[in-house]
Nanobody, 126 residues
Framework: QVHSQESGPGLVKPSQTLSLTCTVS??????????WSWIRQSPGKGWEWMGA???????YYSPSLQSRTSISRDTSKNQFTLQLSSVPPEDTAVYYC??????????????????WGQGTQVTVSS
């Protein structure tokens, strides 16, 4: 059974870079899952798919966030990281990492993901 957990700072100042890590257990991010995504939920915007990293290491980003988003991985630690730069207060949200072994494509729809971390609250405020 796959398990994932997000970690990172709960408070980030505006204009800074937000960095979150997803640590995965119960399978290798390089061989056992097609795609891992970052998805966030905020009161104002609802659910938003942000980007994904494939088992191959290829990355995919939401067009609306692409200029500020970077996803990377450390296969030795079975972790992958989200970096979101120049954050405004509107980036305040609960951030999740998610996957589903049945989904063999990059899905923008959070409903297609069956395995989620518990989520981590990030507040952007001075």
């Amino acid at each position: 059974q796959v398990h994932s957990q997000e970690s990172g700072p709960g408070l980030v100042k505006p204009s800074q870079t937000l960095s979150l890590t997803c640590t995965v257990s119960g399978g290798s991010i390089a061989t056992d899952y097609y795609y891992w995504s970052w998805i966030r939920q905020s009161p104002g915007k609802g659910w938003e798919w942000m980007g994904a990293i494939a088992y191959s290491g290829s990355t995919y980003y939401s067009p609306s966030l692409q200029s500020r988003t970077s996803i990377s991985r450390d296969t030795s630690k079975n972790q992958f990281t989200l970096q979101l730069s120049s954050v405004p207060p509107e980036d305040t949200a609960v951030y999740y990492c998610a996957t589903d072994p049945r989904v063999r494509y990059v899905s923008f729809d959070p409903k297609e993901y069956g395995y989620w971390g518990q989520g981590t609250q990030v507040t952007v405020s001075s």
